[in-house]
């Protein structure tokens, strides 16, 4: 978890492939990015095995580049299509049980606290709506009212997409999957709802229409994690295979989602603003002494 780890031998990095040359040379470690900088650099996640047109990919990779530290970074999921994604990048990824993602990130966050005391260390909660609010629904409240100090980022795409279509109670009312043929009986969950009452200083949700509100949201609650505890970002990542929505689509359908009941949403405490601002005028400081 550190530059050491991507920097070859002396001597070595010749020998390597390409790919690793340009992600030691032209990586984003230790260089803010915005998306504009995108193409002219090596991202941290390019490949990946997910489904052409998948918005649950693009968003994740906008996460990725919105990493404070990634050379200091550690991603918690389970089963589940992000882990497809997330798992390719390089970043360390730790692969936890159905329904143990916050417990296994409450344990490893307070264990790099103790080992790494003068180096910050994030940890990050990416998955799915089934693993993290249906099946590790105990998990992750019980660590947002400890108010552990990580970010959980909940990539909602409203079903179990990849178990085959089951409706998750992130699904909306109403709504008729393929194993679920009578409809959705329940109203989706009010993840956001549940997260105030949890006081977290840090609250978003969010669609991939705007790539630069995505990284700059993934940003901000990673950093305000450090600092205060729980944060929680909810992204909108739709499943274009079960829903059934065509690849050149699936934009449109972002879009037509964030008007419908999906709009931009961010709840930040006083405190937490205060930090952000801070930040922000250490960074603008280091920029005009440049």
Not at 10 to 21: A, D, I, M, N
């Amino acid at each position: 978890m550190s530059l050491d780890t991507v920097k070859p031998s002396p001597g070595f990095l010749e020998l390597l492939p390409v790919e690793y040359q340009d992600l030691v040379k032209y990586g984003q470690y230790g260089k803010k990015k915005k998306v504009s900088d995108m193409g002219k650099f090596k991202e941290l996640g390019e490949e990946h095995p997910m489904c052409a047109g998948c918005a649950m990919s693009l968003f994740i990779r906008l996460v990725f580049l919105g990493l404070p530290r990634p050379e200091h970074t550690i991603f918690v999921g389970t089963a589940g299509c992000g882990r497809l994604a997330i798992s390719q990048g390089n970043v360390p990824f730790v692969y936890g049980n159905y329904g143990d993602t916050n417990a296994v990130a409450s344990g490893l966050k307070r264990g790099l606290e103790l080992r790494f005391p003068e180096q910050e260390k994030d940890v990050i909660v990416m998955c799915g709506d089934g693993g993290l609010v249906d099946i590790g629904f105990q998990g992750l409240m019980h660590s947002w009212f400890r108010h552990e100090k990580f970010t959980t980022i909940m990539l909602d795409n409203e079903v179990y997409g990849n178990t085959g279509g089951q409706e998750s109670g992130m699904t909306q009312k109403g709504q008729i999957m393929k194993m679920s043929p009578r409809g959705k009986v329940d109203e989706k969950m009010d993840m956001i709802g549940l997260a105030k009452v949890a006081k977290l200083d840090y609250i978003a949700r969010v669609v991939p229409t705007n790539p630069g509100r995505v990284v700059r949201t993934a940003r901000r609650a990673i950093l305000i994690a450090r600092e205060f505890g729980s944060t929680y970002v909810q992204g909108y990542t739709s499943c274009n295979i079960e829903y059934s929505i065509p690849t050149p689509q699936v934009m449109q359908d972002a879009f037509d989602k964030e008007k419908e009941c999906y709009g931009f949403e961010e709840h930040i405490s006083d405190r937490a603003k205060a930090y952000l601002d801070e930040i922000e005028k250490k960074e603008k400081a280091a920029k005009k002494k440049k």
